[in-house]
């Protein structure tokens, strides 16, 4: 089993920042990718940066410029740095990542609980 637990989240100011972080813990040999989405209240989870184990990133539209996906791997972390914060950036964070447990074993999707980032005006 793998674990993904997020940080980071809280209330800030239109135009702050915050780091989130997305700790992994368990059986890992392998991670394929992970990403972070996150729900706005009233609305559908939707995709916001992803980073693969090769390094390449992709970010959606409405944080491009203003976000950095990057991960730590000796922490088994991935962090979302976002900037000039904005109210429609508010919602829960939650991190999603495919890892594979032993060698030659399936990825699998795994997804944390999520941390809320609240941004007012």
């Known amino acids: 089993q793998v674990q993904l637990v997020e940080a980071g989240g809280g209330l800030v100011q239109a135009g702050g920042s915050l780091r989130l972080s997305c700790v992994a813990s368990g059986s890992i040999f392998r991670t394929r990718a992970t990403a972070w989405y996150r729900q706005a209240p009233g609305k559908q989870r939707e995709l916001v940066a992803i980073i693969t184990s090769g390094g390449t990133t992709n970010y959606s539209d409405f944080v491009k410029g203003r976000s950095t996906i990057s991960r730590d791997n000796a922490k088994n972390t991935v962090y979302l740095q976002m900037n000039s914060l904005k109210p429609e950036d508010t919602g829960v964070y939650s991190c999603?990542?495919?890892?594979?447990?032993?060698?030659?074993?399936?990825?699998?999707?795994?997804w944390g609980k999520g941390t809320l980032v609240t941004v007012s005006s």
């Open positions: 999603n990542a495919f890892v594979s447990s032993e060698i030659g074993g399936n990825f699998r999707s795994y």
